[in-house]
C-alpha cells in the first residue's frame, strides 16, 4: 500500500500517518468505506458520504487504498446528485464479479 503521507508532506503529516496505522484508526475507517459501497453500490464518494453520515474526507482517503488491495472497484464516472459534477462511482466487487449486481 502507499504512503499515508507524501514524502515532501511536514513531519506531523509522517506522524499522524503513523499514528493513524498503529491506532487501528486507518483499518477501522477502511472497514466503514468498504461496508458503505456494499451498502450502497454505485455512488459517488459525495453521495456515500451523505447516505452514510461518513465524512467525505474519510472517504475520498479510504476508497483509493480499499481499490489497491482489491477490496473495492473504481467504476464510470456519473454525474453526481450532491455536487453535480461528474464523479467515480464505486462498487463493492471487481469487473467480472458483478453478475449480482446487473452490470
Keep these: ?3 499515508l503521507a507524501r514524502t515532501t508532506d511536514i513531519r506531523t503529516s509522517h506522524e499522524a500517518a503513523a499514528h493513524a496505522v498503529s491506532s487501528g484508526v486507518q483499518a477501522w475507517q477502511q472497514d466503514r468505506a468498504a461496508a458503505a459501497v456494499k451498502a450502497y453500490p454505485g455512488l459517488t464518494s459525495m ?3 451523505k447516505a452514510t453520515g ?3 474526507y474519510m472517504l475520498a482517503r479510504r476508497l483509493p487504498e480499499l481499490l489497491e488491495t482489491g477490496r473495492v472497484w473504481r467504476g464510470p464516472k ?7 459534477r461528474s464523479g467515480c462511482t464505486w462498487w463493492p466487487v471487481p469487473p467480472g464479479d458483478n453478475l449480482p449486481l446487473g452490470l
Excluded at 456519473?78 to 453535480?84: E, R
Design 78 to 84: 456519473k454525474p453526481c446528485s450532491v455536487s453535480s
Design 47 to 49: 453521495e456515500l458520504a
Design 54 to 56: 461518513h465524512d467525505r
Design 1 to 3: 500500500m502507499t504512503s
